[in-house]
């Protein structure tokens, strides 16, 4: 469903930026060749607000049929486990900059497999989730992480505080930007925390996705692109403020964002002042920045088009590495099917075997770059590509190169 309110200020003033055409929805892998036919796609625009500057795709889907089965499992990537004690750490820290007693009471949005939730678990912490997907919230129950199955919106945070309370801490990572009713949202999030409580909200920041191109980011699954002044000022609707802020390496750039209840006990911090600073000198708020990333996206387009029609001619093969939302964004929108591409590897067994939307190239195993030895690793989960190439070191080692698709396509060092 095309839309035309902000979703941020809710004004009728979005402006196209970027057409990516009909593309197929980034998580809808198909089980088998007879499944193609039957593709759904859907139209995807990249937007900009002439009234509050948010950048955002003004077509909508149905959030059952997007996220019911969705195949994300947190606990698939040893470095997200490292970063919940990392992120544990920080809340624990900023908990205390008050006077507090014992360990917060944490609720947290889109809870998943309950990956980031048991490392509270273990430190004491009562924890609470939600998240949409029933499958992975038997997953998380069945690790006993008490969860429950649902979309989280403004009814569901009162049917939680009737249960459970209120809460010190409410965490929503990578959830902002993928919620339909982005409002309702930010009001349940205002209605759980109790009166000194905090949230702690993470996106992937518009800064990074603007200075490294990653226009791969906008997919259907991912509506809204976030800077801290676009969260400040959704939630000024709801009288919270922003208390503090920090970036973050996760999901290609995030930023880590505290709010509390207006005039709430904690200082805000110089953090916040400045990155609103340097979000404004970049030119996110300004339209015709946006213009010249449209320009320079179509500009990477060619070049990595170019690149892998080349491997191509000399019959060399080429994998890709990554499964994930953005990869399916970008082998969509530069088109590359089975004509540059050979396969795609991904640790997700629930992809393992299935065909890529939109492209439909067949998903295999990482330990299958052995079996068949390709000659480049095309990197999609880009924001993994550390872990990737130190795991996959032997593939190096028998000849084979990476290839990371941006900001223009370059070759990495083993
Ligand atoms: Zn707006």
């Known amino acids: ?32 060749e ?15 607000c002439r009234n509050c500057s948010h950048l955002q795709i003004d077509e ?18 040893s470095s997200i486990i490292q970063f919940a004690k990392e992120l544990y750490d920080e809340v624990l820290s900023f908990y205390r900059t ?3 007693s014992g360990k917060p009471k944490v609720f947290e949005i889109a809870s998943n497999d309950g990956t980031v939730l048991s490392v509270f678990k273990e430190n004491d912490s009562e924890v609470f989730g939600v998240d949409p997907a029933e499958n992975i919230v038997k997953i998380a129950n069945n690790k006993g992480i008490d969860s429950i199955a649902e979309f989280f919106c403004f009814e569901t945070a009162e049917k939680v505080v009737d249960l459970k309370g209120k809460f010190d ?73 922003v208390v503090h802020v920090k970036e973050l390496w996760i999901h290609g750039g995030s930023i880590r964002i505290f709010l509390q209840h207006k005039n709430g006990p904690r200082k805000t911090t110089q953090q916040v002042q400045d990155l609103l600073k340097a979000e404004e000198d970049l030119g996110l ?11 320079r996206v179509l500009d990477h ?25 953005k990869g399916q964004s970008l082998l969509q929108f530069c088109e590359l099917d089975g004509s540059v591409i050979d396969y795609v590897v991904d640790k997700s067994s629930m992809k393992q075997g299935k065909f890529t939307p939109g492209t439909h190239l067949q998903v295999h195993s990482p330990s299958h770059i052995y079996e068949d030895l390709p000659d480049v690793i095309l990197i999609c989960a880009w924001n993994f590509a550390d872990e990737i190439v130190k795991q996959e070191a032997r593939f190096a080692e028998l000849g084979g190169k990476f290839l990371h698709p941006l900001p223009m396509p370059h070759y990495l060092k083993a």
């Not at 193609?36 to 995807?44: D, H, I, T, V």
């Not at 791969?216 to 919270?240: N, T």
């Not at 990595?304 to 590495?321: D, G, P």
Request: glycine share 4%; proline share 2%; charged share 25%.
């Open 301 to 325: 387009r060619v070049a990595l088009k170019e690149e892998l029609k080349r491997l191509k001619a000399e019959n060399l093969n080429v994998a890709v590495y990554g499964a994930s939302g």
């Open 169 to 241: 801490v409410c965490l929503a990572r990578n959830v902002i930007a993928h919620v339909k009713e982005l409002h309702s949202v930010a009001k349940g999030i205002q209605t759980v925390l109790n009166e000194n409580g905090f949230a702690v909200i993470e996106v992937p920041h518009l800064k990074t996705m603007f200075e490294e191109l990653q226009y791969d980011q906008v997919f259907h699954e991912h509506i809204g692109f976030h800077s801290l002044d676009s969260i400040r000022r959704l939630f000024a609707f709801y009288d919270m403020e």
């Open 285 to 295: 708020f300004d339209k015709t920045s946006w213009d010249g990333f449209a320009k």
């Open 34 to 48: 007879q499944d193609f036919k039957n593709e759904q796609k859907y139209p995807l625009r990249l937007c900009f």
């Open 1 to 32: 469903m095309k839309i035309s309110q902000c979703r941020v200020c809710k004004e009728e003033k979005l402006e196209t930026v970027l057409e990516y055409g009909d593309v197929a929805l980034a998580d809808s892998f198909m089980n088998s």
């Open 60 to 77: 909508i889907i149905d959030p059952e049929i997007l996220f019911r089965n969705y195949v994300y499992e947190t606990g698939v990537s």
């Open 98 to 100: 008050i006077p507090s």
